[in-house]
């Protein structure tokens, strides 16, 4: 069966994560949280104490640092790795998520990390998660989801992500945090946040993430339903 690139695309904390791993376990494909690509960059940044303005310390950081992923047998997850050890836990931090935006808004480091995610998915058979694999990274992905949600759903849900990690943050200050990475996202020059033409919108307000994974499935199920029966009637005919 021909493989195919799923694009899940949309804001912070609507579930994009959870649902695009349980996706690619269901379908085999891998899975690739572009996400935690820059908050790795941010991670490194911070600990190597490189201003973000400093565009040469940046561009030379981004060719010494190395970006991974490692399937953790245990729990089945894709774990991120940066130069070689698992730093899954740190880059999850309320202070990586205060900056990743502003980070993730540099072009030098949309540029490198878009090339890598390309490459990851050249052959086919992956389910990305971001906030323009759809409109930059893979604008042919044959299934594209824009996901949204109201901002308090959005912050009780990172609360308690937090809050199993031992982080104990305030609703408040999540929602804010929320907010402004929503413009800063939404805003920047470089690979804004917006939804493609072609992608379906789905609000996960009031949705559980099994429901979430039934619909994406059962977009991918239609597509290569599409692509199959496409294929059949061109062999037909020649």
């Known amino acids: ?49 490189i201003a973000f303005d400093d565009l040469p310390r940046v561009e030379q950081a981004l060719h010494e640092m190395h970006i991974s992923f490692k399937r953790n047998r245990k729990t089945g997850r894709n774990e991120l790795c940066l130069d070689g050890v698992i730093r899954e836990d740190e880059i999850r931090q309320m202070r990586i998520s205060n900056l990743v935006s502003e980070v993730s808004g ?20 992956v389910v990305m998660d ?24 959005r912050a009780l849900r990172r609360q308690e992500e937090l809050a199993v990690k031992g982080e104990q943050v305030s609703v408040e200050e999540i929602a804010d945090n929320l907010s402004k990475r929503d413009h800063l996202d ?17 609000d996960t307000t009031h949705m559980l993430i099994d429901e979430q994974v039934d619909f ?22 020649n």
């Not at 579930?15 to 941010?42: C, H």
């Not at 977009?219 to 599409?226: D, G, I, K, N, Y």
């Open 130 to 153: 971001g906030r323009d694999i759809g409109t930059t990274v893979f604008p042919d992905a044959e299934v594209k989801v824009f996901m949204t949600a109201e901002v308090l759903t």
């Open 216 to 237: 994406v499935l059962e977009r991918v199920s239609a597509t290569l339903f599409s692509l199959a029966a496409a294929g059949w009637t061109q062999n037909t005919t």
């Open 186 to 202: 939404s805003t920047r020059t470089e690979s804004p946040l917006r939804r493609a033409p072609d992608a379906v919108l789905l």
């Open 1 to 49: 069966m021909r493989k195919i690139v799923i694009a899940i695309d949309g804001y912070s904390s609507c579930g994009k994560s959870t649902t695009a791993k349980a996706v690619a376990a269901e379908l085999g494909y891998a899975y690739i949280d572009t996400g935690a690509m820059y908050r790795a960059v941010t991670l490194y940044l911070l600990e190597h104490g």
């Open 106 to 125: 540099i072009p030098a480091v949309r540029h490198a990390m878009v090339r890598q995610q390309q490459r990851m998915g050249r052959k086919r058979g």
